[in-house]
Structures are given as C-alpha cells and as structure tokens.
C-alpha cells in the first residue's frame, strides 16, 4: 500500500475547517469548569457544610467515570430532563430545539471541573500555613486572605497541570464525534470514508492535533515563566 | 494597657497554659523565657488568636475578649492592635518586600496605595532594606527576610509587636542584623512581647523577664533579677543550661 501524499494535503485543508469547534470544545468548558473547579476546591478547602459532601460526590463520580459516559448520560438523559420540566411549566420550547454541542459543552465541563478542582485545591495546600496566619495577624478577614495571599500563588501553581488538562481535553473532544459533532476526528472520519483513503486523512488529523499542542505549549511555556516568576525555582 | 487574666488553653488533654496572669504598661518591653513546651509560643499566639484560648480573658488597649464568648468581629479587632514577627518570616511570597509591608496598609487600614507607599519605604529604610525594595523574598537570606516581616508589622503601628522566636531559624551570622534591628525599634519605645532563646539580648534588651515553665509564670522581675537572684529553683536550672560556664581546661 502507498500512501497518497497529495490526498493528506486534500484532507487537510478540509479538516482545518473543523479546528474552530474543536477550540471551541476545548476551551469553553475549561473556562466553565474553571469556575466550577475554584467554587469545588474552595468548598472542599474550606468544608463548607453541606455543601462539602456534594463536592466530594460531584468530584469523586466525575473523576471515576470516563467523559464520554459522561457525554453520553447528558446527551441522552439531559432532553428527558428538559422535556418534563417543559411539560410541567408549559414552557414554549422544545427539547430538540437545543443544539447538541450545547450538551456536549455541558458534560465536557463538567468533566474539565472535576479534574480543575483537584489541581486548584492542590494549588492551595501547596500555599503555606505560615503565610495564612501571618495574613489574619495583619488584621485580613478570610475573604481577603483567600483573594490576596492563597488564590494568586494557588493559581501561579496550577499553571503547569492546568496546561495538561487543556492538551488532554483537546484530544478528548474527539470523542464528540460520537454525537455527529464535526470536530477534527469527526472531519477526518467524514473525508476518510467519501474518499476510502483513511490513513492519509488520520495523519492530516494528527498533524493538526499536535500543531494545536505545540502551540498552547507555547503560549503556556511563557505563562508559566510569567505566573512564577517571584520563587527562584522557575526556570 | 494589655493585660491577660487566667489564661487557659488545652491541646486535647494536654493543658499547654494553666491559667497566665500578665500585665504589661504600655512601652514595656517584656521577653518570655523558658524552655521548649513551657507554653511561652503559645501564649503568644493566644494574644492574636491564632490560637483560641479556652479560657481567660485578653485585654489590649481597648479591646477586650472573653475567651468564653468570643465573636468572629472581636477577633479581628484583637488582631489589628497587634502585629506578629514569626519564626519562620512568613512573608507573602508572590509580593516584594514594599508589597509585603504595603499590604497590611492598603488592605487593611484602607490607606491610599500612594501614602501606603511612602510608610512602608519610610519602615524598610528603618530596618535597612531601602536597596531591596523590589526583590522577593526567594531572592532575599533570612536576615533580610525576617528584617522585611519586622518592617511588615512595624508599618501597622500596632500597639504592641509580638515576636515569636525572631532568630531560631536563622544562620548564627544573620542572627545580629535582627536582634540590631529589634533593638533600634525597642529605644523607639514600641511595646513588644518577645519569646526568644537569645538570653543575652533579652537581659540587655527587656524591662522585665518573664519565665515560664509548664504552663505557668514561674518568676517575672527586671533581667537583674531575674539572671542573678533568682528566687525560683526552676527559674536557675533553666539559665544554668541555656547560659553555660565553658570550662576550656585539659
């Protein structure tokens, strides 16, 4: 078998169109799960009653079970949901009017915060006691000591496992192929079969894969650089 | 100005303070002696409450608590009319050293960040760290470090600077710029509470010595007294360690 070099180019200009959503389906729900992580680590930091054994649910299912069950659980369970509270409020709507991408947004994000939460909190205890009660012995409430003194160094901390998170959940998202989303993989899948050449439209996929990667090293690289640059460690 | 009455404070069954009575006039500097597990840190960490007593009562200036019913408000008023100089400098290590000092200021007392700025270069000058201003405290020796955590709580002007063993984590060689800085500030007429383990520079430096040995005052009097006529049997084993006579013979 020979490869045809001329149709990797062919497949990938026509997979290019695919990289928007891609990011998208990258970065959307590591900014969402970036929120969700920061609330979770902070009540779990702090064992906020109540709300604490919620966290520690949410964190321990979402991290114990694969993203594409959960994409697979909002995707088909989310419109049941949806469909009854519309039917009990006579909302009008429909559940089929919501576009899949916005599901597989809400389960990614999810996932994305389950994981966030785990990196910021070990952000947090990497911040010392000592600094923490020198913070409340210069008259700081816990809002302030929180804000000012753990988030910043918390977060300058995360940066490295943060930029993984980002390169792991941008090769995830090909499992949103799955619900017909036309991402990279899924492109790739679709021009591979009209065409019957499936090697060579898989490695114009992995090429574009890895030039993203490289790229968000990059740009992580410097803000790494940035994010430390007060401990004599960074390099 | 600052008094402590029956002071108690228990680690699960161990009873560290068992009931401490201290007065001290405003200017007064007093160190704390003793020897380690004599409840003298945390006494001193009961004064800003990092460190809950159970129970007693702490007055500074006016400010008074009852450790048996204390409120989250209460708290945070005990702790601006004081400032804490730790062992091991605790300084905030993603801020330099004019950030460190400013921080309290800004933050807290709500100062302009222009006048914050101009009190804390005026405090760092003091303690001679005008030349390194903008450096972080990984780029700072422990000397350095723990002369920015002095400036940090000079800046507040507490009502009285408490130290927790300044120097025990110091190279022996950075142990004199601290205790010349803390004494600097003592001719100024601060008041300070100091636990150290430095006995020459408490004799020089305190109007009166305190000892403290299982959770009890033992003996308080002027370094005089307390170096050279002890009245305690406890109060003499203690200097007799910590103070040896070398003895060089062959």
Not at chain 2, 158 to 178: K, N, R
Not at chain 2, 235 to 248: A, G, S, W
């Amino acid at each position: 078998m020979v490869i045809d070099f001329s149709f990797v180019w062919i497949a990938f200009k026509e997979i290019l169109k695919a990289v928007p959503l891609t990011l998208i389906l990258t970065f959307v729900p590591i900014v969402v799960g970036f929120l969700i992580g920061l609330a979770v680590a902070l009540i779990r930091a702090h064992n906020i009653k109540f709300l604490s054994p919620i966290a520690n649910f949410y964190v321990s299912f979402f991290r114990g079970t694969p993203a594409i069950m959960h994409i697979m659980v909002i995707y088909f369970g989310f419109p049941i949901l949806l469909d009854y509270v519309i039917k009990k409020f006579n909302l009008p709507f429909q559940s089929n009017h919501v576009p899949i991408v916005v599901f597989v947004i809400t389960a990614l994000s999810l996932t994305a915060g389950s994981y966030l939460s785990e990196i910021i909190r070990s952000g947090i205890s990497s911040v010392s006691k000592g600094q923490i009660e020198a913070a409340y012995t210069i008259g700081m409430n816990t809002f302030q000591v929180v804000k000012r003194i753990i988030l910043p160094q918390a977060l300058a901390q995360s940066v490295p496992n943060i930029t993984n998170l980002i390169i792991g959940f941008l090769h995830t998202t090909s499992i949103a192929f799955l619900v017909s989303q036309k991402e990279i993989t899924g492109a790739a899948n679709i021009v591979a079969s009209k065409n019957l050449k499936f090697l060579e439209a898989f490695i114009a996929a992995g090429i574009i894969y890895w030039a993203i990667t490289l790229i968000i090293e990059t740009i992580a690289y410097f803000l790494e650089k940035k994010a430390k640059s007060y401990s004599r460690s960074a390099f | 100005m600052i008094d402590i009455v029956g002071l108690k404070k228990s680690f699960g069954h161990n009873e560290v303070l068992k009931g401490i009575n201290i007065h001290v006039e405003k200017g007064e500097i007093i160190s704390i002696l003793g020897p380690s597990g004599s409840g003298k840190t945390t006494l001193l960490r009961c004064l800003n409450y990092l460190e809950s007593p159970d129970e007693g009562e702490i007055i500074i200036d006016d400010v008074s608590i009852n450790a048996r019913k204390v409120n989250k408000k209460e708290v945070y008023q005990l702790r601006k009319k004081s400032a804490m100089v730790f062992q091991g400098y605790n300084l905030f290590q993603h801020k330099t050293a004019l950030q460190n000092v400013m921080e309290g200021l800004v933050v807290v007392q709500k100062k302009s960040v222009s006048e914050a700025k101009e009190k804390a270069l005026k405090v760092l000058q003091k303690v001679g760290l005008e030349n390194k201003i903008d450096a972080y405290p990984s780029q700072l020796s422990g000397g350095q470090q723990q002369r920015v955590g002095i400036a940090r709580a000079l800046a507040l002007n507490p009502e009285v600077i408490l130290f927790d063993e300044p120097t025990s984590a110091l190279d022996p060689e950075l142990v004199g710029e601290v205790l010349a800085v803390i004494a600097k500030i003592a001719r100024e007429g601060k008041t300070m509470i100091i636990v150290t383990h430095e006995m020459n520079f408490a004799r020089e430096i305190s109007n009166r010595i305190i000892f403290m040995d299982g959770g009890v005052v033992v003996e308080e009097g002027i370094p005089q007294q307390i170096f050279t006529e002890q009245k305690e049997e406890r109060t003499k084993q203690f200097l007799k360690r910590m103070t040896p006579e070398l003895d060089y013979s062959i």
